[in-house]
């Protein structure tokens, strides 16, 4: 089949990639012309485990293509995936405009029969929007193509996203004809041979899948990180609390770890557009509400932990251990360590920081940081007042303390992420915090 992607960012390079390694023809389209030059040089924009060899090597079979022509792609295409990024504005609402110009754009290069998959996060009623966009265009162009509209959401975790499209818990298909879906199911062909679950449904509910999907496990997060404040004053453990509640098996053990809060380019955005989403219909979905409020207010709760764990912070070296908002990625979108150091800063602290992937990012987009940025973990801990774990990078599960302890100014350890057992890092002679355990 040939296919076409529009946006080639997060989801557009993981769609196309993995589209190509399962045999399909696949050209990516961006506007951005320097990035659309550095993928035909195997230069990758993003770090995603795997996804670079797997362009690389379909690039190089033929397999694989970019281009910054929105017409080469889609006249040469029988299926064009929407993958353009849908950021929250001000309100928490979708930025649509990125899908609005990639919708009048396929419409108006329309040709031929075409199916249009949204793969981008969109508010539910998006798929008849599209609808009705395009054959407005097609009228007023006097030629009339069939064409059918899909929503296709996506599930891609950052880190494990290659093996999430590839072997999903789960595909979704919103469509209203057969000959879409047909389509859709031999764009899916060995997924649905491997006897992967695949849901068909229409447009909407396809739409309101991945919001409710989101929104469930982001308040998951927030639930247990309630509960960590809470075992932090009565005395419990939460890592225990957790196991047990995780072992119920309505309940699960993921997502029940508690820290800084959740951060990156869906939680947040899809939270809040789902609040948004929900005051337009009337209907305010309040735990959903909650959820925001509770993660907004995380990296203030975890200042206070380190403010606690030292007093006076001003002029005290701290040691930030992850600037991304989860390991296996360089994303730094909602991060919870941006606002925790932001807060640190604005009271006196100096910043030592290390991250192995997400640095380069970080001096990028936030320029205005104070922050030194170091090489490894022990030249970032070296002088430290308090070293605190933001993100759970394997590189920080198996830190040398006795070496730690000799190259500090002061042994506090604050395991945002309770990575380690309390009595061992005491053991070396460390104040250690954690969050809802001693």
Avoid at 69 to 76: D, L, T
Avoid at 271 to 284: E, Q, R, S
Avoid at 377 to 403: H, M, N, P, Q, R
Wanted: overall charge negative; proline content about 5%; charged content about 25%.
């Amino acid at each position: 089949m040939n296919i076409a992607v529009i946006g080639a960012g997060y989801v557009g390079l993981v769609t196309g990639g993995c589209l190509a390694l399962l045999g399909m023809n696949v050209i990516c389209m961006d506007i951005d012309e320097d990035k659309i030059n550095k993928l035909k040089n195997g230069v990758v924009p993003i770090y995603e485990p795997g996804l670079e060899s797997i362009i690389k090597e379909n690039y190089d079979l033929g397999r694989l293509n970019f281009t910054t022509s929105i017409k080469n792609a889609v006249e040469n295409a029988e299926v064009i995936f929407i993958a353009v990024g849908t950021p929250p504005l001000e309100d928490g609402s979708a930025d649509m405009k990125y899908v609005h110009q990639a919708v009048r754009d396929i419409a108006n290069h329309i040709e031929d029969y075409k199916v249009i998959v949204c793969k981008s996060t969109v508010p539910v009623g998006t798929g008849q929007w599209i609808k009705s966009v395009v054959k407005t265009i097609l009228q007023q162009k006097g030629k009339w193509h069939d064409f059918d509209v899909v929503s296709n959401p996506e599930f891609l975790r950052e880190g494990t996203a290659v093996k999430d499209f590839l072997k999903p818990d789960r595909i979704v298909i919103g469509a209203e004809s057969e000959a879409a879906i047909n389509i859709m199911k031999r764009i899916y062909a060995v997924q649905i041979q491997l006897d992967l679950p695949m849901v068909v449904s229409n447009i909407e509910t396809a739409e309101m899948i991945k919001y409710a999907s989101n929104a469930f496990l982001a308040t998951k997060i927030s639930y247990i990180n309630e509960i960590a404040d809470m075992c932090d004053f009565c005395n419990a453990d939460i890592s225990v609390v957790s196991k047990a509640m995780g072992l119920d098996s309505r309940i699960g053990p993921k997502f029940l770890n508690p820290g800084p809060g959740y951060g990156g380019s869906c939680f947040p955005k899809d939270t809040k557009a789902l609040v948004n989403i929900g005051k337009k219909l009337g209907c305010l979905p309040m735990i959903v509400n909650s959820t925001v409020e509770v993660n907004d207010n995380r990296p203030g709760i975890m200042f206070e932990k380190i403010k606690k764990t030292i007093g006076d912070i001003e002029n005290k070296t701290i040691t930030i251990l992850g600037i991304a908002f989860k390991p296996e990625t360089d994303d730094i979108r909602e991060a919870p360590s941006i606002n925790i150091i932001r807060m640190l800063l604005d009271n006196g602290a100096k910043i030592k920081a290390y991250d192995p992937e997400a640095m380069v990012n970080a001096k990028k987009v936030y320029p205005d940081l104070s922050v030194e940025y170091c090489s490894d973990v022990y030249s970032a801990c070296e002088g430290s007042d308090c070293i605190v774990i933001v993100t759970e990078w394997k590189d920080f599960t198996g830190l040398d303390f006795l070496k730690l302890k000799s190259i500090v100014r002061n042994p506090a350890f604050v395991d945002l992420r309770n990575i380690y057992e309390p009595d061992y890092v005491k053991s070396f002679g460390f104040l250690y915090k954690g969050v809802g355990r001693k």
